[in-house]
């Protein structure tokens, strides 16, 4: 019940509700995003975790004498966790994207350090005289979500058993 509340609320107006009551910058952009992300993690974790332990396999070590211990930091996490290294890197163009929004939005990040999402509001705010600082800090945020989105087809391609079984 309280994974699927955390995970209810949009990032963005999150982020725009507590930001300010926090001061904002990276410290609570970074904590808003892993703390709406854990819930959803856990839950892939938990099901990967259960999917494991009721192989036939796990039945087989179990019978030959091994340990639970042994199995579960042997085989069942080794195993498990295939599917959050695939999600995880899915994620991180989302992840990208959400932090040059808000700090877009003037929550986020704040004006010494460096964001995308910085770069594309200072950008904006010239973009009638000069468009291309917009593009400037737009194609990079494209290419790196589109490199992360690849990476995550890759890993996917890479841990699906059915996919390997037809290469």
């Not at 930001?19 to 904590?31: A, D, E, K, S, T």
């Not at 579960?72 to 999600?87: D, E, K, S, T, Y």
């Amino acid at each position: 019940m309280g994974f699927d509340t955390v995970r209810a609320y949009p990032v963005i107006i999150l982020a725009l509700a507590i930001g300010p009551i926090f001061g904002g910058g990276m410290g609570v952009l970074l904590g808003l995003l892993i703390a709406t992300s854990v819930p959803y993690y856990a839950r892939v974790m938990r099901s990967s975790v259960i999917a494991q332990s009721s192989a036939e396999y796990v039945e087989a070590l179990r019978a030959m004498g091994m340990g639970r211990a042994r199995i579960v930091l042997r085989h069942i996490l080794p195993n498990a966790i295939g599917p959050i290294l695939i999600i995880a890197s899915m994620d991180i163009p989302a992840y990208i994207t959400a932090e040059a929004g808000i700090s877009f939005l003037g929550v986020g990040v704040k004006a010494p350090a460096t964001s995308w999402g910085l770069m594309l509001d200072q950008g904006f705010r010239y973009v009638g005289h000069t468009p291309w600082l917009v593009i400037a800090g737009g194609l990079p945020l494209i290419l790196a979500t589109l490199g992360f989105t690849f990476l995550g087809e890759a890993l996917r391609d890479a841990f699906d058993p059915k996919l390997r079984r037809r290469g």
